[in-house]
């Protein structure tokens, strides 16, 4: 199973920035936007990378040829 990693920065500004990786498809958004409540705000903007796309299925297809 791939590493589910969540970097998290927070700025001297006060804005939070969170990157995802190793979580595949859209629940991605489910576990950034409880962790962004947890913190205390809201979502301003965010960027979906190509692994968001990703079916799950396809993922755990490939997880089998490596």
Known sequence: M???IIEVTI???????MRVEGIP???????????ARLLGGEIEAQELTAEA???VQEQ???RLWQ
């Open 25 to 35: 498809g859209m629940s991605c958004l489910a576990t950034t936007g409880d962790l």
């Open 53 to 55: 796309y990703q079916d």
């Open 60 to 62: 755990q297809q490939e």
């Open 11 to 17: 700025w001297p500004d006060g804005k939070v920035e």
């Open 2 to 4: 791939a590493e589910e």
